[in-house]
């Protein structure tokens, strides 16, 4: 069954402490894996895609990168404003039955 | 350019009763996405729609349901309202049918006492 895992699900960072976010998926074929940012009372916010092993892609104190079974979200000297949920998803299912699949999210705390 | 809207952003309803919550996708994007979101399961996804035709379909009962005008604005309604359908509803719009790369609106938070 394909599956998506977010470690840890809540991580506390004192403002300048890098760190990253776990992402780990089991799917057939990958196409594409996503992440996003979803701050409360909001929709998640698209971040990145990557498609492929060692694929890398960064955004101010964000990069992402991508393995074969994982996917990581390193965060460097985060600020306050870093603080969000941040959600994985992959597409499973195969034709017509494709969709996104998210993983639960890791809740981003960033105290200053 | 626009984002994804959503209307209303809040709802308190009874059980039992029915809702209808709408969306206007980003202009140009053609594929419209609903999941709903609580604590417990995450983002689930509900339906998509493609050109006013229904793609695919998640493991939702047949309570929910959904449309896609010709505009490409959609519509998802739940009918006979349960507590466990309290959530945060999102839709999504996306380009091609074929793109998981999609946009999310604010979310209609349903409130069911």
């Known amino acids: 069954e394909d599956q998506v895992t977010q470690s840890p699900e809540a991580l506390r960072l004192q403002e300048g402490e890098s760190s990253s976010l776990n992402c780990s998926y089991t799917v057939s074929g990958l196409r594409g894996l996503f992440w996003y940012r979803q701050d409360p009372g909001k929709g998640p916010e698209f971040l990145f895609t990557l498609y492929s092993a060692g694929e890398e892609k960064e955004k101010e104190r964000l990069k992402a990168t991508l393995t074969k079974k994982e996917s990581f979200l390193h965060i460097t000297a985060p600020k306050p404003e870093d603080s969000a949920t941040y959600l994985c998803a992959v597409p499973a299912g195969t034709g017509a039955n494709s969709k996104l699949t998210f993983g639960k999210g890791i809740t981003l705390s960033v105290r200053p | 350019k626009a984002g994804v809207t959503q209307t209303p952003r809040y709802l308190i309803k009874t059980r039992g009763q029915q809702v209808t919550l709408s969306c206007s996708p980003i202009s140009g994007h053609r594929s419209v996405s609903w999941y709903q979101q609580t604590p417990g399961q995450g983002l689930q996804f509900l339906f998509e729609?493609?050109?006013?035709?229904?793609?695919n379909k998640g493991n939702f009962p047949g309570r929910f349901s959904g449309r896609q005008f010709s505009n490409s604005r959609s519509e998802m309604n739940v009918s006979t309202l349960e507590l466990g359908d309290s959530a945060l509803y999102l839709c999504?719009?996306?380009?091609?049918?074929?793109?998981?790369?999609?946009?999310f609106g604010p979310g209609t938070r349903l409130t069911v006492t």
């Open positions: 999504a719009s996306s380009f091609l049918d074929t793109s998981y790369e999609q946009y």
């Open positions: 729609y493609f050109s006013e035709t229904q793609r």
